[in-house]
T-cell receptor
Framework: SQQGEEDPQALSIQEGENATMNCSYK?????LQWYRQNSGRGLVHLIL?????REKHSGRLRVTLDTSKKSSSLLITASRAADTASYFC????????????FGQGTRLTINP | DAEITQSPRHKITETGRQVTLACHQT?????MFWYRQDLGHGLRLIHY???????NKGEVSDGYSVSRSNTEDLPLTLESAASSQTSVYFC??????????????FGSGTRLTVV
C-alpha cells in the first residue's frame, strides 16, 4: 500500500492564484520530499523537509510538515502556466533504508 | 555535467521475450532505484541497490531482476515479458548518507509496451 496519499488528485486554478496540495502518510519518517513531473518526463526534486522541521521555503514554494498529524502541504504562490505538472510527495522512512515511498500525485493545471 | 540516462526511451516487445532496460548515471551515486509508474498506482519500487554487488527487492519485484557490477549501471531485466508489465519505467539515483534519505535524480523514463 502507498505510504503517502496526495489530496486533491487534481487541481485546476487560474494563473496568479496560489495552489495548495496536501500529503498524508502512515509511518514515522526521516524526511519528506516533494517532486514535480512534467508530462512525459522524469521527476524533478523540489524540496526536502526533515522530520524535525516544520516549515521550509524555496522561491515560490512553501512546504509545511506536521508530524503529529502525519501530513505535509506544498504551497505554490503566484502560480504560472509553467507550474502545470503533477506533484508527488515522497517519504523517507526511519530505520536506515535509503529508499523513498511515493504517493500517487496531484495533477495541477494552471489556466491562463 | 553529471547525468542519468535511460535507454531505450520507447520499447515494444512481445509476450514471453526477455527485455533489458538500461540505466547509466555519472553522478557517482551509490544508490540506484527502479520504479514503475502506472495510472492509479503512482510510482512503485521494483528493485534497488546501495552499491556494487548489492541488490534488493522492492514491493513489485516479481518478474524482474537487476545486477550491479559497477557504480554507474543498474540494468533492469524482465525475464519473460507479460502484458501486466506494460508501463513507464524510471531509474533514479541518490547519494548515500548515514541516517538520512537524500533526494533522487531521475532519468527520463522508458515507455515499455508488451503486446
Amino acid at each position: 500500500s502507498q505510504q503517502g496519499e496526495e489530496d486533491p488528485q487534481a487541481l485546476s486554478i487560474q494563473e496568479g492564484e496560489n495552489a495548495t496540495m496536501n500529503c498524508s502518510y502512515k509511518t514515522s519518517i526521516n524526511n519528506l520530499q516533494w517532486y514535480r513531473q512534467n508530462s512525459g518526463r522524469g521527476l524533478v526534486h523540489l524540496i526536502l523537509i526533515r522530520s524535525n522541521e516544520r516549515e521550509k521555503h524555496s522561491g515560490r514554494l512553501r512546504v509545511t510538515l506536521d508530524t503529529s498529524k502525519k501530513s505535509s502541504s506544498l504551497l505554490i504562490t503566484a502560480s504560472r502556466a509553467a507550474d502545470t505538472a503533477s506533484y508527488f510527495c515522497a517519504t523517507g522512512l526511519r530505520g536506515g533504508a535509503q529508499k523513498l515511498v511515493f504517493g500517487q500525485g496531484t495533477r495541477l493545471t494552471i489556466n491562463p | 555535467d553529471a547525468e542519468i540516462t535511460q535507454s531505450p526511451r520507447h520499447k515494444i516487445t512481445e509476450t514471453g521475450r526477455q527485455v533489458t532496460l538500461a540505466c547509466h548515471q555519472t553522478w557517482n551515486h551509490n544508490n540506484m532505484f527502479w520504479y514503475r509508474q502506472d495510472l492509479g498506482h503512482g510510482l512503485r519500487l521494483i528493485h534497488y541497490s546501495y552499491g556494487v554487488q548489492d541488490t534488493n527487492k522492492g514491493e513489485v519485484s516479481d518478474g524482474y531482476s537487476v545486477s550491479r557490477s559497477n557504480t554507474e549501471d543498474l540494468p533492469l531485466t524482465l525475464e519473460s515479458a507479460a502484458s501486466s508489465q506494460t508501463s513507464v519505467y524510471f531509474c533514479a539515483s541518490s547519494e548515500s548518507f548515514s541516517g538520512s534519505v537524500s533526494s533522487y535524480t531521475f532519468g527520463s523514463g522508458t515507455r515499455l509496451t508488451v503486446v
